[in-house]
């Protein structure tokens, strides 16, 4: 049996529908920042609880612009998790800035008890990243956020609806960074991404930005980016909005299912699940013993597991200038070794995580 990892042929199987919109759409010319982007900024505000979103090029840049919106550039540091995909810390060099890395702790985010000793008098703004669909201690992050005056950008790329006492991810702090990449649970047809802000002046800020400064065709009123969400993706992200709960609570349910199995392993141990967090499982990782082996196992059995990831991006060559060696971030260092993900997407079947199921089991009793 073959248990793949994408599964983007089945998400658009089933979308006449949909191109049907997309027929319609081309015959408008309503191209650039047309009418579609702005139904599905308003309907992405309203799903999420913020009272505004902007649509951007990508994940990567609603971080990046919205470092921007609050002045952040050369010569600053930006306060951020060890253990992150790389676009977060691309966001930040981007514009000069310095990413600072604390350490994770095996909910997969920021150890917010170790955030308060990274603030310097350089230190600019914290971007908590939500990573695999869990989300940071954002109660705790914020009375350290509030208690030094420092701007909060969340990276909830991998968070769409997951939430902290029914607070979601991209509300807490003053921008919430989504990415709308094929490969995340709300996906378009190309790179796409969307912030989140309840603040006016941010949001007129991030419009400007994404639009290379424009005020009007004749008035360029700040240094901006070529960075607007396409109309064409927005039609394909209206059509999968209303989708956004239902995918959300498949992986919840799939999670589940996987947990309630595992957890009868000894050699199997699952991440922390507290009752009052809402995780949308982006990424469905475990700890596993022999964890080597057994990915070898199941890949050699059909299954498509990973690791997210092998090298963590404070040890990449890329940020060799931030002088860090290996230990210095080591619970993110003992993750590496321990890590494994499974498949857990809205499109998996029973029959094929019945399998992983199986094939886990039958590699711990060889
Ligand atoms: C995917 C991702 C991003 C960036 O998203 P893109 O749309 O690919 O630019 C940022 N941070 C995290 C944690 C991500 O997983």
Not at 319 to 336: E, I, M, N, S, Y
């Amino acid at each position: 049996m073959k248990v793949r990892y994408s599964y983007l042929k089945q998400q658009f199987s089933n979308c006449d529908d949909l191109w049907k919109k997309l027929k319609h759409f081309v015959s408008t010319e309503d191209f650039t920042l047309g009418k579609e982007l702005h139904k599905f900024e308003k309907n992405f505000a309203k799903l999420m609880g913020t009272k505004y979103a902007v649509g951007v090029n990508s994940g990567t840049d609603a971080i990046k612009l919205s470092l921007r919106a609050l002045d952040i550039g050369r010569g600053d540091e930006v306060i951020t998790a060890a253990n992150t995909f790389v676009a977060t810390i691309g966001a930040i060099t981007e514009i000069g800035a310095k990413p600072v890395f604390v350490d994770c702790d095996d909910t997969f985010c920021m150890n917010v008890s170790l955030l308060e000793k990274k603030i310097t008098k350089k230190t600019k703004a914290i971007v908590p990243v939500h990573f695999t669909g869990y989300m940071t201690n954002m109660p705790e992050l914020m009375k350290i956020a509030k208690k030094y005056k420092l701007p909060v950008v969340e990276d909830a790329c991998q968070s769409i609806l997951a939430n902290i006492n029914k607070k979601n991810a991209g509300t807490w702090g003053s921008f919430g960074a989504f990415s709308l990449h094929p490969l995340k649970n709300i996906n378009v047809w190309s790179d796409g991404g969307v912030i989140t802000t309840s603040n006016l002046k941010h949001y007129n800020k991030l419009k400007l930005l994404r639009n290379h400064g424009l005020v009007d065709r004749d008035t360029v009123k700040i240094c901006g980016y070529n960075s607007r969400l396409d109309t064409f993706q927005a039609v394909v992200g209206n059509w999968l909005l209303p989708k956004a709960k239902d995918i959300a609570n498949q992986r919840i349910k799939n999670a589940n299912f996987y947990d309630n199995h595992f957890s009868k392993l000894q050699q199997i141990q699952i991440p922390p699940r507290p009752k009052n967090f809402k995780l949308v499982y982006h990424l469905y990782i475990i700890f596993a013993d022999k964890r080597d082996e057994l990915l070898n196992f199941c890949i050699k059995k059909g299954i498509q597991a990973k690791v997210h990831y092998p090298v963590p991006m404070y040890m990449q060559e890329s940020v060799r200038f931030l002088k860090h060696k290996k230990g210095d971030f080591p619970v993110t260092d003992a993750h590496t070794k321990k890590i494994i993900t499974f498949p857990c997407d809205q499109h998996l079947s029973l029959k094929e995580m019945k399998y992983v199921v199986k094939c886990v089991n039958d590699f711990y009793k060889k």
